[in-house]
């Protein structure tokens, strides 16, 4: 996995954290000022209660006074993630905090061609969206966001940022807000005298919190021209009604496919032609559901609840329902990979599993591996396979990811979460997806924040209808499809 020609130098890194190391190890640290301009941490090498990890910001040199663990800060990278291979470390840190080189080139995440000011409602600047071309996979665009850490510096994350709306302050003062997708396509509009405004991450990202900022307003929503845009509009529109003194739902004509305002306006749109097609569109109204009836008509008397006919829930195994999310958790080398492994072989197959037998459900798997090699992984599945598998078992290999795309599997980009969820859909047998394991294929996460894991693995992985993990190092995860 290690055999391409690596142009990113360890000079590169330096030149990218010179006096800002400390935004470098709190990534993966929980730090604590020290003496003079030093940080402290408890070490993650050994078991630490009081900080006795010392960071010099200057030099990124680290030492450990219980353990004597001691290095720069690729040394680091290297002993905490555990690799030993040098080209391997340093595309990992190019990846986690967007470092473009030449490895960035190769790598898909191109330059920087624009950054866009989240502000509050006083204009001071909260975080930034940038926009880098190419992006991910061949992607035209690809969009990573950054804050400021206070000290000239920034962090290649969200944690601790409460978003806001694009151009927030002109919201605030405005009457009439269109609501797009892109910060260019709200630039654009801004351009004509307008106010508009967009959230962070595109289209399926809106937050209740937004709401606000928009409580009273007339609200015209202009979705992009493809299935991700209209439902977008619908989840927008859906939270504003009632908030927003209206809301309308304006689909822009002549839009080609994955069309949106900014081809529109390329394509010959005016001000003047936007506003009649504002001032024709009826008003937006929800559709009748039994969701919209309020929580009143929905409180169930125990008595009643007691007669109700409730299908029971179906389960793989008795302590493995679907629908569920099942952690496993173990110290290193104790034997998680060949547990979940045997789990794999005995859900596809029908061949008992330990001592519950065979499983009650025959589905299909499919592993995403982030450590063995392929041979291994061959060897394992097939040395554990006691009955040939009735429903698909199918293997995402980081061996052969690497050797076809030039990447390391990483679940946290938005991009590879998509792939997963793409192949899903048409494999609709999978019902059980195994990720072995979370350290690994969630690069860029710090391994003791529960805030982070917590985001990923529930409100990303586990995003909606998808199919499911399991297992992971020292923090593991199960986590089973919905029939």
Sequence with gaps: ?????????????????????????SQFLELQ??????????????????????????????????????????EFYGKLKGISSFPEILQGIGRDFGIVTDIGKKSGLGRIVATYDYVDEKGNLIYQSVRKEPGENGKKKTFLQRRLDGKGGCLWNMQGIEKVLYRLPEILQAGLVLVVEGERDVDALVKWGLCATTNVG?????????????????????????????????QVATSLHGIAKSVKVVELPGLPEKGDVSDW???????????????????????????????????????????????????????FPEGGLVMIYGPRGIGKTYLVNTLATSCCSGSPFLKWGKPIKIIGVMVIDGEMSLADLRARLTSLLIAKPVKPLKVVSSEVVFAKTDRDINLVSDSQKSDVLSILDDNKEIRLVIIDNVSCLFSGLRESSKDDWGEQLVSEVYDGEGSPACRGDDEAVCQQAAA
């Design 1 to 25: 996995m290690s055999n391409q020609k690596i142009t990113f130098k360890k000079e590169d890194v330096k030149s990218h954290f010179q006096g800002h190391w400390r935004d470098y190890y």
């Design 33 to 74: 000022n020290g003496t003079g301009n030093e940080s402290k941490a408890v070490c993650p090498f050994h078991p630490d209660s009081d900080p006795s990890l010392s960071i010099n910001n200057d030099t990124g040199l680290f030492h450990c006074f219980g353990c004597n663990a001691s290095g720069d800060a690729l």
């Design 202 to 234: 595109g289209a399926g990202k809106w937050q209740e919190s937004y709401n606000g900022a928009l409580s009273g307003k007339d609200v015209v929503i202009l979705p992009d021209n493809d299935e991700p845009g209209r439902k977008h509009a619908e």
């Design 265 to 319: 306006i390329h394509a010959g749109g005016t001000k003047e032609a936007l506003e009649g097609l504002i001032a024709d569109a009826p008003e937006w109204e929800p559709r009748e559901s039994k969701a919209n009836s309020g929580l009143y008509d929905c409180v169930i008397d125990f008595n009643a609840l007691l007669q109700m006919d409730i299908p029971e829930r179906a389960r793989i195994f008795p302590w």
